[in-house]
């Protein structure tokens, strides 16, 4: 099937970061884009950069989440591409010594917000012919990355955001077990660790490289995976 020419795609947290060269990205190629952001001025800002529609969009907050999904059924019916970047760090502390307020703000984010979020848009992504989910995870989320004893992420214990990310990957497996015989797929992906706001600007790669695996799983073919978890060197074991 050719897909047709106007996609249109949501992206959380797109005010800047990796979100934001996602949303540049999929505007370069020739996606309608609507731009989620939690702060109007920071979301409006951007958004004009691209000559993207600002979406006001807090992944925490259930009227918002509301809202947005109601401002694009009653502007395009429809929605092709759902990327939920929006993601918080919280204290990179031992797991002895992490508030469990901490744990919760992160899970309210990275979890809770992508579940609420996908809820909410799946009704207008199974209008589409070819939905698209994709999950910013990362490979802190990889219980075999963070088991592997010789490995450079055996030595970071911590417990909020790599606990997240791996709830993450499971709510990806699970949403993609349940729609598995729809045309909608469901992947997450690692973008690698990236220089970001997130990481204190600290990392190996830019926020343009690091989008480029989000771009390509919202762009998937129909004959694309569902259900994985891939960098842009391939699959990462969960
Ligand atoms: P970033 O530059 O800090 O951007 C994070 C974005 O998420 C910002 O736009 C932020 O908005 C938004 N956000 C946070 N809480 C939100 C909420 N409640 N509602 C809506 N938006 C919210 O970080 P990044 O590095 O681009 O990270 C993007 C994603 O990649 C995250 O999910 C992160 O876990 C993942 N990731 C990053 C790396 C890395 O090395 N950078 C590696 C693996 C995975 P504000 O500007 O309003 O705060």
């Not at 000559?51 to 992944?59: C, P």
């Not at 309210?108 to 070819?130: E, W």
């Amino acid at each position: 099937m050719v897909l047709p020419m106007s996609r249109i795609a949501l992206i959380t947290g797109a005010n800047k970061g990796i979100g934001y060269e996602t949303a540049r990205q999929l505007a370069a190629a020739g996606v309608s884009v609507l731009l989620g952001a939690r702060a109007p001025e920071r979301g409006h800002a951007a958004a004009a950069s691209l000559g993207a529609r600002f979406i006001q969009l807090d992944v925490t907050d259930e009227e918002s989440i509301a809202g947005a999904a109601k401002t694009i059924e009653d502007e395009f019916g429809v929605l092709d591409i759902l990327v939920n970047n929006a993601g918080i760090g919280g204290e990179f502390a031992r797991p002895s010594v992490t508030p469990l307020s901490d744990m919760r703000r992160v899970f309210d984010t990275n979890l809770f917000g992508t579940v609420a979020v996908t809820k909410a848009m799946l009704q207008l992504l199974r209008r589409s012919g070819a939905g698209r989910i994709v999950n910013v995870s990362s490979e802190l989320g990889s219980l075999h990355v963070a088991t592997d004893r010789a490995g450079p992420i055996w030595s970071l214990i911590t417990l909020a955001y790599p606990a997240s990310k791996a709830a993450l990957n499971m709510v990806t497996v699970q949403f993609a077990k349940e729609l598995i015989d729809t045309p909608i797929k469901v992947n997450a992906v690692t973008p690698g660790y990236t220089a970001t706001d997130f990481t204190g600007g600290q990392g190996f790669r830019t926020a343009a490289q690091g989008a480029e695996i989000c771009v390509q799983m919202a762009l998937l073919p129909d004959d694309g995976p569902t259900g994985i978890f891939i960098d842009d060197k391939g699959t990462v074991p969960w």
